[in-house]
């Protein structure tokens, strides 16, 4: 069940939002030339009705593609990092289980709330907020994107976050949220520069990330992990902006935003001179080319969710409130 605060705003966003499919207004030039004027035109993403049915579509969609392991029944409604670590997960199951999923339990996702955003041009996109019956007392935050009017909507990213998590976001008198662009000043970090910022501060450090269990956390658990006698572990991690993994920001009430950004990470497992490296999971294992013999390199995608606060305004550390990861191939030698 969706919920949209409001009749009367309501009835102004659908109006909006059909304007966006509609308002492509055309005049002929002298020269024969057609004149597009919509995409200079700020709009709503969606209207709720639309941005509803994208998530009961979604989730059928997810729900037949996880019973039979087969990543072909959801490709049209995930992209991006959502899209890249779904359909390793779906491979590997199907290595592992021919048949489908023999634990399959249907996604169901009640409680719905869409934060949409208006803005000019493509791609557009909403968030839906909404309670799922998967990941215990958490709420599934999900970011629709399409780069055009006769697209499918997909899922870009996909982040659980604890109840109350989710900050108060900037609104118009229609209930509009607002899209905060990539270069956008005025911010700790500039959305277009936090998935780099990140992928430096797990490599080096340093005070632009507040503490928590997806920074500090993770480097210090890295840090064991690597003095581990008899194997090496080696980190590599790096930006990924290109495409559907483009951030993705919100301005919050506050003057921040929220940013939704991709990361990738290699692991590299390298056991000593007569020692081997311990056997992976046989998820791990499905998605491993080559022999496992010395070394073991493993390739993730992260999505992550951060709280970006305003410029000059207190607290200038960037929070990572969510994290998503998935192993999407590995490589022994």
Same mark, same amino acid.
């Given at each position: 069940?969706? !919920?949209?605060?409001?009749? !009367? ?32 035109e ?27 392991? &087969?990543?072909?029944?959801?490709? &049209? ?18 290595? #592992? #289980?021919?048949?489908g999923? *023999? ?20 791609? !557009? ?8 019956n998967?990941?215990? &007392? ?24 604890? *109840? ?6 900037k ?24 998935s ?10 340093? #005070?632009?990330f ?5 920074t ?58 007569g020692?081997?490296? *311990?056997?992976? #999971? ?22 992550e ?9 207190? &607290? ?6 969510a ?11």
């Amino acid at each position: 069940m969706s !919920r949209v605060r409001g009749p !009367r705003r309501l009835r102004r966003l659908e109006r909006w939002a059909s304007a966006a499919v509609a308002v492509a207004v055309l005049s002929p030039a002298a020269s024969g030339c057609v004149v597009v004027h919509g995409e200079r035109e700020v709009l709503p993403a969606t209207t709720p009705a639309e941005a509803a049915k994208a998530l009961e579509q979604f989730t059928e969609a997810y729900n037949k593609a996880d019973k039979a392991y &087969d990543s072909s029944l959801d490709a &049209d409604h995930v992209t991006g990092a959502l899209g890249a670590i779904d359909a390793a997960r779906l491979k590997a199951g199907r290595v #592992n #289980n021919p048949g489908g999923n *023999p634990a399959h339990t249907p996604l169901t996702l009640t409680d719905a709330e869409f934060t949409i955003p208006k803005k000019a041009g493509w791609p !557009r996109w909403f968030v839906a907020d909404a309670k799922g019956n998967k990941g215990g &007392d958490v709420r599934w935050l999900m970011v629709f994107l399409r780069y055009g009017a006769g697209e499918k909507w997909r899922v870009a990213y996909l982040t659980l976050v604890a *109840p109350g998590k989710v900050p108060e976001f900037k609104k118009d008198a229609d209930g509009l949220a607002e899209a905060v662009p990539e270069s956008a000043a005025g911010l700790a970090v500039a959305p277009g520069d936090l998935s780099r910022a990140y992928a430096t501060y797990l490599k080096s450090g340093g #005070n632009a990330f507040a503490p928590g269990t997806h920074t500090t956390g993770w480097r210090e658990l890295r840090a064991k992990a690597a003095s581990r006698p008899g194997l090496a572990r080696q980190y590599i991690d790096q930006p990924l902006t290109d495409g559907a993994y483009a951030p993705l920001a919100l301005r919050t009430a506050d003057g921040g935003a929220l940013v939704f950004f991709t990361t990738r990470h290699y692991e590299k497992q390298t056991a000593a001179q007569g020692a081997t490296v *311990p056997t992976p #999971n046989k998820n791990v294992q499905a998605l491993t080319t080559g022999e496992i013999r010395q070394s073991l390199t493993m390739e993730f995608l992260s999505n992550e969710m951060a709280l970006d606060p305003p410029r000059n305004t207190g &607290d200038q550390q960037v929070s990572i409130l969510a994290r998503v990861q998935g192993l999407t191939s590995a490589l022994g030698e």
